[in-house]
């Protein structure tokens, strides 16, 4: 089983940076796919970025090249460094680990951005 807690989230003005923290407890940690996902007001949750346990990567297009996402698995820990941050990118941001088929979620961070 992973529990996961995040935390780093804030408001931040439009252009500025913010760094989520996950960190996750479980002895599976290093082999499980871990996301971070994001729900605007309105809107349905959404993949941000997703990073494998051998470091591959995927990002959504609304994030390629502004977002960063990494992983300590010594640590147990998974980051998002966002960068030229936007509006838009205002939701509540969860961290996600999916292995052996079953998804485990955190609570969820608030970002804000104001323009």
């Known amino acids: 089983q992973v529990q996961l807690v995040e935390s780093g989230g804030g408001l931040v003005q439009a252009g500025g940076s913010l760094r989520l923290s996950c960190a996750a407890s479980?002895?599976?940690?290093?082999?499980?796919?871990v996301g971070w996902y994001r729900q605007g007001p309105g809107k349905q949750r959404e993949e941000v970025a997703r990073?494998?346990?051998?470091?591959?990567?995927n990002y959504a297009d609304s994030v390629k090249g502004r977002f960063t996402i990494s992983r300590d698995n010594v640590k147990k820990m998974a980051y998002l460094e966002m960068n030229s941050l936007k509006p838009e990118d205002t939701a509540v941001y969860y961290c996600?680990?999916?292995?052996?088929?079953?998804?485990?979620w955190g609570q969820g961070t608030q970002v804000t951005v104001s323009s």
């Open positions: 990073i494998f346990g051998g470091g591959d990567t």
């Open positions: 479980g002895s599976i940690f290093s082999i499980a796919a």
């Open positions: 996600a680990a999916t292995v052996f088929a079953r998804t485990y």
